[in-house]
T-cell receptor
Framework: RKEVEQDPGPFNVPEGATVAFNCTYSNSASQSFFWYRQDCRKEPKLLMSVYSSGNEDGRFTAQLNRASQYISLLIRDSKLSDSATYLCVVNMESGGSYIPTFGRGTSLIVHP | NAGVTQTPKFRVLKTGQSMTLLCAQDMNHEYMYWYRQDPGMGLRLIHYSVGEGTTAKGEVPDGYNVSRLKKQNFLLGLESAAPSQTSVYFC????????????FGQGTRLTVV
């Protein structure tokens, strides 16, 4: 079982729609969580950190549920340019260091 | 400010050949990582380093070696390339704090024939 699990999708939504992705993680001691965006054949780029109280950045909202060990990403008013793969990242403890561990990603396709 | 730079961007190797991938960062980050990305597998950690002169194994270290002689550079070596090592390789770096995310290089597309 992978330590960070995501639904690979694809999520196919029309412009303007609201879409949400979930990600579950196995290590309850994990402290730091992130969402990255990866465009086709490009490197992953940090989209936003996920804080315990939840946080918002424009059309994007990230939330953390420690009890159920999952994080979520909500995208409102989807744009064509939001089409990408969204990677869930959990910093897992390893020998006193915290190492970014990636989910396999969720593909989002926004169509006109 | 270049961020994280990987060289080369593309390479084709024959089975059994060796090569070194170079990662350089100019952000004074303590941590550096090498990942490989294969279709359907996501990013998997090969090796990582938490500081100059230190390295550690990740999830898929077999067939690779690394060195971090200088803080800004992290080298990934393939001593005897195999077709199973055909992949996209990403280097990343981050600050020591686990509260911040990592920054990635543009990737190296390696094909082993």
């Amino acid at each position: 079982r992978k330590e960070v699990e995501q639904d690979p999708g694809p999520f196919n939504v029309p412009e303007g729609a609201t879409v949400a992705f979930n990600c579950t993680y196995s290590n309850s001691a994990s402290q730091s969580f992130f969402w990255y965006r990866q465009d086709c054949r490009k490197e992953p780029k940090l989209l936003m950190s996920v804080y315990s109280s939840g946080n918002e950045d424009g059309r994007f909202t990230a939330q953390l549920n420690r009890a159920s060990q999952y994080i979520s990403l909500l995208i409102r008013d989807s744009k064509l340019s939001d089409s990408a793969t969204y990677l869930c990242v959990v910093n897992m403890e390893s020998g006193g260091s915290y190492i970014p561990t990636f989910g396999r990603g969720t593909s989002l396709i926004v169509h006109p | 400010n270049a961020g994280v730079t990987q060289t080369p961007k593309f390479r084709v190797l024959k089975t059994g050949q060796s090569m070194t991938l170079l990662c350089a960062q100019d952000m004074n980050h303590e941590y550096m990582y090498w990942y490989r990305q294969d279709p359907g597998m996501g990013l998997r950690l090969i090796h990582y380093s938490v500081g100059e002169g230190t390295t550690a194994k990740g999830e898929v270290p077999d067939g690779y070696n690394v060195s971090r002689l200088k803080k800004q550079n992290f080298l990934l070596g393939l001593e005897s390339a195999a077709p199973s090592q055909t992949s996209v390789y990403f280097c990343a770096s981050s600050y020591r704090s686990d509260r911040v995310g990592a920054f990635f290089g543009q990737g190296t597309r390696l094909t082993v024939v």
